[in-house]
């Protein structure tokens, strides 16, 4: 087997949320996706499971920011931003604020060492999830941000392609 050293993993990735990317980043970026299993259990097996079947995903996106940038900060605290007289702020939202609706968005993880998408991973619809947490001291400020995996708002659960994809999505296209 030869081995191709462009293809090992080193260094960042660029994220992109709803085709914008983040900037720069203070730590590293994490993508976990796990699949949901249900136990299928037939006395004739025993106690043990026979099969399992698959009953969805959940995944998280999380990665942290170097810059003050609101546009970022409202995804780390589900907030609303106001602009008047060419100023913005941060707002929380109203209690039961849907937030596949009002915040679910696209994103995209592109390793900055890849030369094509074949290791890109689409997170089709996420939603944000973390916590905000701003610290003051004599070090370098940094905000991490967290989504959550959801279906993507056309899903055909009766078909595959609802969650992610990992490689080029066109690829997917008829």
């Known amino acids: 087997m030869t081995i191709n050293s462009d293809k090992i993993q080193f260094g960042l990735a660029d994220i992109t949320i709803d085709e914008q990317k983040i900037g720069l980043q203070a730590d590293k970026a994490t993508v976990s996706i796990e699949p949901v299993f249900e136990d299928i259990v037939v006395l004739d097996a025993g106690k043990e499971a026979y099969d399992k079947r698959l009953v969805g995903y959940k995944g998280t996106v999380e990665f942290v920011i170097a810059e003050e940038d609101l546009e970022l900060y409202q995804y780390a605290l589900v907030a609303k931003k106001v602009t008047k007289l060419e100023k913005n702020a941060l707002i929380d939202m ?24 074949d290791t890109d991973i689409t997170i089709y619809k996420a939603v944000p999830s973390g916590s905000f947490s701003r610290e003051y001291g004599l070090e370098q ?31 997917l296209t008829e």
């Open 94 to 117: 109203k209690i039961g604020t849907s937030l596949r609706k009002d915040f679910g968005k696209k994103i995209v993880i592109h390793p900055r060492n890849a030369t094509d998408k």
């Open 141 to 171: 400020g940094k905000l991490a941000i967290k989504f959550d995996m959801l279906a993507k708002d056309d899903a055909d659960f009766s078909k595959e392609g609802n969650y992610f994809c990992i490689g080029d999505p066109e690829t």
